[in-house]
């Protein structure tokens, strides 16, 4: 068998490795986007023993993505050998996509999986954003809670002699008028 023969061979077997890794990429970042989804509800509704088990399962989602990212990496540097292009050039999936001889039903495979990852990756950055916000707006309200708490301990309530409100005190937590 010559060695244009094992590539021919060789050759679609690698992207059909490639593929199968990109589709676990995927189940994984859909996975995370369902978790950060359940996480958001979690903030909301300040369940914290869900938080850690929605952490924890994140966690574990997150190593299968840098495993799968490991295998596609090995996959893409043996199809960069196999295809003859020169090492230092470490292609982009697009590019591999675009290369002549990629076998028809992997390039349009690709391409669909490739779109599919980077819109979960997106979308993961989306929701993650918007937890952090959440995360955020409660450390906030947490501060503000603790220094009007401190605020009443130290003495220096609201309101000042004659029953005035104090212009330099401690805003109100709740200023109801009746």
């Known amino acids: 068998m010559t060695d244009s023969e ?5 050759t679609p077997e ?28 979690a903030l909301k509704d300040n369940d914290l023993p869900e938080l850690e088990s929605l952490l924890r399962s994140q966690q574990e989602v997150i190593l ?26 470490d292609p982009t999936l697009q590019e ?11 390039r349009s495979r690709l391409t669909r999986l490739r779109e599919r990852v980077v819109q979960l990756t997106d979308e993961a950055r989306r929701l993650n954003e918007e937890n952090r916000e959440l995360v955020q707006q409660a450390l906030q309200f947490i501060s503000y ?6 605020n009443l ?24 008028r009746y």
């Open 14 to 41: 690698l992207y059909g490795r490639l593929c199968g890794i990109l589709d676990d990429h995927a189940g994984a970042y859909d996975t995370i986007c369902d978790l950060l989804r359940q996480q958001r509800e």
């Open 145 to 150: 809670s603790i220094n009007e708490i401190r």
């Open 64 to 89: 299968q993505v840098a495993g799968a990212e490991e295998r596609r990496r090995q996959v893409q540097s043996e199809l960069v050998d196999r295809l003859g292009l020169p090492a230092e050039d």
């Open 96 to 106: 591999l996509e675009e290369l002549p001889g990629v076998p028809g039903e992997y």
């Open 6 to 10: 094992v590539k021919e061979t060789s």
């Open 153 to 176: 301990a130290d003495g220096r309530g609201v309101y000042g002699d004659g029953g005035r409100r104090d212009g330099g005190a401690g805003a109100l937590m709740m200023d109801r």
